[in-house]
């Protein structure tokens, strides 16, 4: 796949539900994972245990969410245009704190480093 072109539309992405969390996954390679994920006000997505070898990017879209950090006992409020780096392996969770949906981009690499929660 190094020099395969990936072009996905928004209707040929692989769905997952993660907990309430509704992923469209639009590019999985051995080198890079990349992903939307939308979570309804309140919602919040189940615990991710990390990502083993992989360090993961969350951009803000739409709405507002919260990252917990439970193992630094920290949280990081995003908003949209806010980007924030979860370090490999790291145990996050993230829950919708705005009154309209959240929608978050989500790159993973080198890859996922697990198998998908769904």
């Not at 769905?15 to 051995?30: F, P, S």
């Not at 994920?37 to 739409?62: F, K, M, N």
């Not at 709405?63 to 996050?92: I, K, N, Q, S, W």
């Amino acid at each position: 796949m190094d020099d395969e072109v990936i072009f996905t539309r928004r209707g040929d992405a692989e769905i997952l539900l993660e907990g309430d969390e509704h992923i469209r996954v639009y590019a999985r390679t051995d080198k890079i994972v990349f992903a939307v994920g939308t979570l309804l006000p309140g919602q919040r997505s189940p615990v991710d245990p990390g990502h083993g070898g992989a360090h993961e990017v969350a951009y803000q879209i739409e709405g507002e969410v919260v990252v917990h950090l439970p193992d630094r006992d920290r949280y990081y409020h995003l908003e949209p245009g806010d980007a924030m780096v979860v370090p490999e392996g790291e145990t996050h969770t993230v829950v919708c704190v705005s009154a309209t949906p959240a929608v978050t981009v989500w790159a993973t690499a080198p890859n996922l480093g697990r198998p998908a929660l769904g």
